[in-house]
């Protein structure tokens, strides 16, 4: 299937860390779409997983996000490489990503879970980087070894998948 399933998915929101966003071009249009995201799952019962890179450092995930779900505190950028983080994330599922900063944590821990043969879909408008044209250069990067790139609307409604979903007017009301 080339669309996302919400039976099969899981969202993993990568270092959204107070210390982090004000640096980050576009950091509110980020954390918003984040917003929407963990209220989508939240809604439509998928699963949420969050990391913050060297909590000590970069502090604890923005209030606005909460952390809603379990968090993989770790020092590597690529998360993959963190013991036990591949543990923490739901078993077969697609990966639906959101995170700062796009060209460090985000696409490393990204190419580190294409390399681990995980199904992995980047939401461009859910992203942060402290310039835009690192962002850029990452969604390409990431594109060109297998990811695919999503905005927040379009993760919406592949996970309704029809509009007679009984959660949909709520869904709807999420990105509007």
Not at 1 to 24: C, K, N, W, Y
Not at 26 to 49: F, I, Q, S, T
Not at 98 to 122: D, K, M, N, P
Not at 126 to 155: D, F, I, N, P, Q
Request: net charge neutral; with cysteine; proline share 6%.
């Amino acid at each position: 299937m080339l669309t996302l399933d919400r039976e099969s998915s899981a969202l993993l929101v990568i270092d959204f860390q107070g210390r982090l966003m004000p640096h980050i071009a576009d950091g509110p249009a980020a954390v918003a779409n984040a917003r929407r995201l963990l209220d989508a799952a939240a809604l439509l019962k998928v699963p949420v997983l969050f990391t913050e890179q060297n909590p000590a450092g970069l502090g604890p995930t923005v209030p606005e996000l909460g952390p809603t779900g379990p968090t993989a505190h770790k020092m590597t950028f690529d998360a993959v490489r963190e013991h036990g983080f591949l543990d923490a994330l739901p078993a077969e599922k697609t990966l639906v990503v959101a995170g700062c900063e796009a060209h460090v944590c985000v696409l490393q821990t990204v190419l580190g879970l294409l390399a681990q043969g995980r199904r992995v879909f980047v939401v461009r408008d859910a992203l942060g980087a402290r310039r835009a044209e690192s962002k850029e250069t990452a969604l390409r990067r990431m594109e060109r070894h297998g990811a695919e790139t999503v905005t927040t609307e379009m993760v919406v409604f592949e996970w309704l998948a029809t509009c007679e979903h009984p959660r949909f007017r709520e869904a709807v009301a999420l990105i509007k």
